[in-house]
């Protein structure tokens, strides 16, 4: 048998030369534990993240926008399965991560507590929340883990059409009515700080992201994302014609970059630890949808017992 020195010499010669790890290779008990805990989170993220915009699915203005959401809801479906999938190559059972869902007890991204008060939030949501999605994942593509890398370059793809629908939305709505152009101002303003905290604490807060970084499962750290964030936003922001809720957002001469003000980070613990807006109402109507869908589980795992049934007796 190998020594865990040379399995270990060999995961980092992987890591070092961008070879992937794979489900089978040998890897360090933190870097699979860290893994597990970043592909649930964000698989949990995908699953709860469809409920602020489900509520607006039969309230959309038009058969397009209906379809568009609807196309957009289903898409972040796949993204958790793809995503519980990648989790379970690791060693977990998907049943465990949805226990620790439903149980209070994992983590998802914080956006996802705060209501969805007009049609305009879901431009909003298209834009920001999905745009702060992109600027994180691409640089997934690209992570040391095959299994995750490989999901996220199918979900990227998706990710851009939902940028642009959710774009779209508030680029009609700015160039309506004015109350409509209030709408997206009044949206803009509750969901541009959410969008910044997505990104996660401020680096010299994140303790386990220069560890993550060296092992190539993220690319770059929360503030370097989160600026870019901001620099690909502020001229979109400009060609709708509505302000960012910032006085201090400044374009900086000196450093060619935007500087903005501080996040109430406050704000962002609240939510995290579960006292958001919506958290217990979110997690209420997920484990709802999860109890409602009982009789399709029941249902799927009979017919996969039939099949195999069948296929036993036919071999006999
Ligand atoms: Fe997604
Ligand atoms: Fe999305």
Partial sequence: MENINSLEDRFHHQID??????ARDWMPDAYRKTLIRQISQHAHSEIVGMLPEGNWITRAPSLKRKLALLAKVQDEAGHGLYLYSAAETLGIEREEMLNQLHSGKAKYSSIFNYP???????????????????????????CSYGPYARAMVRVCKEESFHQRQGYE????????????????????????????????????????SAQSMKWKIKRFTNDELRQRFVEMTVPQAAILGITIPDPLLKYNQETGHYDFGPIDWEEFNQVVAGNGPCNKERLEARIKAHDDGAWVREAASAYAEKQKNKKEKSVA
């Fill in 17 to 22: 030369n961008e070879v992937k790890i794979e």
């Fill in 116 to 142: 969805t008060l007009s049609w305009a939030d879901i431009g909003a949501i298209g834009w920001l929340v999905d745009g702060a999605a992109i600027m994180n994942q691409v640089p997934l593509c690209r």
């Fill in 169 to 208: 939305i508030l680029l009609t709505l700015c160039k309506g009515s004015i109350e409509q152009k209030e709408m997206a101002q009044d949206a803009l303003n509750r969901w541009w700080w959410p969008s910044l905290m997505m990104f996660g604490p401020n680096d010299d807060a994140s303790p386990n």
